[in-house]
């Protein structure tokens, strides 16, 4: 499996607050080195940074398919 940058950047973020739950503003940080959203603001952050995600979650599907560790709090974050 390969992160790209961002991803890792966003696995490293949650690792390192297992537990709790992270607010959408670092993850927005960790989504700036990924391709921009055509969408302006916070809105377009929250799609760059739902699609890496989603992009995550998948990535480790394939080597585990019951994966299911990264929650989401809608227009909250992510634990």
Same mark, same amino acid.
């Given at each position: 499996?390969? +992160? /790209?940058?961002? @991803?890792? %950047?966003? #696995?490293? +973020?949650?690792? =390192? ?11 927005? /940080?960790?989504? /700036?080195?990924?391709?921009? =959203?055509? @969408?302006?603001?916070? &809105?377009?952050?929250?799609?760059? #940074? ?17 994966? %299911? @560790?990264?929650? &989401? ?7």
């Amino acid at each position: 499996m390969r +992160l /790209t940058v961002g @991803e890792y %950047d966003i #696995v490293q +973020l949650l690792a =390192s607050s297992a537990g709790d739950t992270c607010r959408i503003g670092p993850f927005t /940080t960790a989504c /700036t080195t990924e391709a921009s =959203s055509r @969408e302006p603001g916070i &809105n377009g952050y929250r799609v760059n #940074v739902r699609s890496a995600v989603k992009r995550i979650r998948n990535k480790f599907r394939e080597c585990d398919p019951a994966f %299911d @560790e990264i929650e &989401n709090f809608m227009a909250f974050g992510y634990r």
